[in-house]
């Protein structure tokens, strides 16, 4: 990533719009459908707290076939580079192990597959246009887009995780720490008192275990 991101310093250090965002999502959309036609892709981060500019653009895919998820990014990646669009990429295969409890950590990496790219983007694909520095006539940037891909089953605690905003996730887990008795992070919710894991196929199911009313994704930027 480091030889890469040099290359592409001027355009990944640049801020990505709400718009560069969407139709890099239009593009992850159309090679993860191609690939699964049942798969679920959901733009995640600062972007679906509503925010307007962001520094890169993270999705969440799985599949409802458990084990799926597993090549899922693999075939994303090697058709993106057929499309002659894939201007870098890193792969990490998933080393989840769902026997474990959950971290206690805040700053540790979660376990799911995943891969970070950089994509090239052309104007014409933006509505509304690139976000261009001033003086670059090109026609196309480079984006940073990470690409997570969970089991259906902790689906949920990664969207939860991976949209954010940092602050409230810590908040969060240390609720669900102290007030609780659980422990929360972004593969799964251990319930400490009842000695089980509790499964979740939304984000509203895992507000609902912690005793709190559900927090809309925009209202998530402390």
Partial sequence: MQQSGFLHYGDISRAVSKAEAQALGSIIDEAVHAITPDAVLVLTGGFRRGKEFGHDVDF???????????????????????QGILLFSEYQASTLDISKLPSYR?????????CFLILRLEGSQVEGGLQGAEGDNRSWRA??????????????YALLGWTGSRQFGRDLRRFARLERQMLLDNHALYDKTKKEFLTATSEKDIFDHLGLEYIEPWQRNS
């Fill in 106 to 114: 805040f700053e540790a990496m979660d376990h799911f597959a995943k």
């Fill in 60 to 82: 969440i895919v799985t599949t409802p076939q458990l084990g799926w998820e597993e090549n899922l990014l693999t075939n994303v990646i090697s058709r993106l580079k057929k």
């Fill in 143 to 156: 984006v940073r887009v990470d690409l997570v891909s969970p089991p259906l089953d902790h689906y949920a």
